[in-house]
DNA sequence: CAGGGCATGTGAAACCTTTCACAATAAGAA
DNA sequence: TTCTTATTGTGAAAGGTTTCACATGCCCTG
């Protein structure tokens, strides 16, 4: 039930990634009323192994019961501390073309309590039209309007060729945390997180692993 | 030059992300007419080690010259043919909502070869209409559809309650890759190839290293 | 055409992650 | 209360990935 005291614990990116995995899957369990999970259950939903659920919770602390599993409502709390979730961000968006619309009306987001509270581009054409609620404002205003609305994490989804320069931008106005979508390795001061989602990068894996499955027959 | 005897060497899945991440920094090199590269510089562009790079290259054969580097156009040309983009792949999308619609006008899918030739969805008032230049099929038809146009690989972008009962349609329409982008551990046999992008996943490791960076003094 | 410089390719070492295997122990039955 | 059953929590082992370090060998200069 407790935290491990903090040592220099150094938690591997995966572990941080399952936490997701096992946060949506206590999510649903907790809609479905179940009130315990064992860690062999929730590695088949998640396809991992059962050992590895349990050490990947052992980091961070003891949560389960011996013989009878996990409380789900309790675990789901418990993760959501972890990974910081358990409150709201506050986000802005840089970007209005197509991911950046379309992230904007994406609920997924809201529900976990990322929510968007400033959309920016810089085309004249974009600038005071309505998404979703939002007003799109000019990238210009920028840092003044950011620190006004506590903004903590930035999503960009610019095209890449002007990515470098509008995420310069974007870390001068004191960002600390951003989400990149455009297709190209930004580069940012060490202060800053950056993680960047390539879409490509997942159709190329699907393309290498149907060019090079073992053939039909020998 | 040549690739090594095709043993049963196992690629990690880092190696062939990582394969994506060159491939796309090689493309932007060949635009700016650069001739050579060295895996320092590759490294440096990528935030990787040397090291990795030149490991990474090996699994597939010795593309670079020594004390000069690797060739540009060629070695692109080389990964291209180890991911398996240097040809069209058939692409579907299913699901035309937020996600859905915008990565059907995501240049960056037609570019690396990914061409998406046919769009589902279940919703009678989406039927029928336009995107950008793609009549929207019914969902029903979708097992004959995707027979007659040769689609290889399936984009599924529909809300995650019914994202099992789709993909079980997917995989009887005999599909063998999948990528996914319905927050939700989706089930499928062996021989089938799913990807699963889970946007919400790094929104969550930003949260989670804001949430647990050293605090700013002692 | 020989020699210096440079960057590759690659075994081996170091490091990191996952899996194993079992003692510990809580819940519920008898 | 004691016993049985189930499942956790966790050191240790196994397995996998990254980094090191250097021999190799190509290019270019003189």
Redesign the interface.
């Given at each position: 039930m407790v935290k491990k005291s903090d040592g220099k614990r150094k938690i591997s990116?995966s572990t941080?990634?399952r936490?997701?995995?096992y946060?949506?899957?206590l999510s649903?369990l907790e809609k479905e009323n179940q009130e315990t999970i064992s860690s062999k259950e929730l590695a088949r939903?998640?396809?991992l192994t059962p050992a590895q659920v349990r050490k990947d919770l052992s980091f961070f602390g003891s949560f389960g019961t011996r013989g009878l599993g996990y409380p789900v409502s309790e675990l789901k709390q418990q993760i959501s501390e972890?990974?910081?979730?358990n409150r709201v961000?506050n986000?802005a968006m840089v970007g209005v073309g197509?991911?950046g619309?379309?992230?904007v009306?994406?609920k997924?987001?809201q529900k976990?309590g990322?929510i968007i509270k400033l959309i920016f581009d810089n085309d004249q054409r974009k600038i005071g039209s309505n998404h979703k609620g939002l007003i799109v404002s000019d990238i210009r205003e920028m840092a003044r309007l950011l620190r006004e609305h506590h903004i903590?994490?930035v999503?960009l989804a610019v095209p890449a060729i002007v990515a470098q320069y509008i995420v310069d931008e974007v870390v001068a106005a004191g960002i600390?945390?951003?989400?990149n979508f455009a297709?190209?390795?930004l580069q940012v001061p060490p202060d800053v997180?950056l993680?960047t989602?390539?879409?490509?990068?997942?159709?190329?894996?699907?393309?290498?692993?149907?060019?090079?499955?073992r053939p039909p027959a020998e």
């Open positions: 990116e941080i990634k936490l997701s995995l946060y949506r899957a649903l939903r998640e396809k972890i990974l910081g979730v961000w986000v197509n991911i619309s379309a992230l009306s994406y997924e987001f976990q990322f903590e994490i999503i600390k945390a951003i989400l297709p190209i390795n997180y993680r989602e390539n879409m490509s990068m997942e159709l190329e894996y699907l393309s290498f692993t149907l060019t090079n499955r």
